[in-house]
Nanobody, 121 residues
């Protein structure tokens, strides 16, 4: 069983919306900071958005700020990425990740397998 499992990807027309979900396997993930990353064909993985363990602080890449919203639901042990006003350049495989505070280091410790988002012109 995967520790993190993304869902909600698909094909959408430019200007449309999608909501990605990242379901965690254990309640302890509610104590982890969570992030979303994406990787487009021929490009390196890039940061998209992050949310603090309590959900009170969020951050976004400049390319998505104002269009994407990250949130979390502790009851469902799930993190969401609401994507509005999608552009073709948003096309990528989207990954969620978790930062275990018990693990020394600033890097994310757990990663999902990714979900494909394709935005057509």
């Amino acid at each position: 069983q995967a520790q993190l499992r993304e869902s909600g990807g698909g094909l959408v027309q430019a200007g449309g919306s999608l909501r990605l979900s990242c379901a965690a396997s254990r309640r302890t993930f509610n104590s982890y900071a969570m992030g979303w990353f994406r990787q487009a064909p021929g490009k390196e993985r890039e940061f998209v958005a992050a949310i603090s363990r309590g959900g009170s602080t969020t951050s976004y890449a400049d390319s998505v700020k104002g269009r994407f919203t990250i949130s979390r639901d502790s009851a469902k042990i799930t993190v969401y990425l609401q994507m509005n006003s999608l552009k073709p350049e948003d096309t990528a495989v989207y990954y969620c990740a978790a930062d275990d505070p018990r693990v020394i280091g600033s890097a994310y410790d757990y990663w999902g397998q990714g979900t494909q988002v394709t935005v057509s012109s």
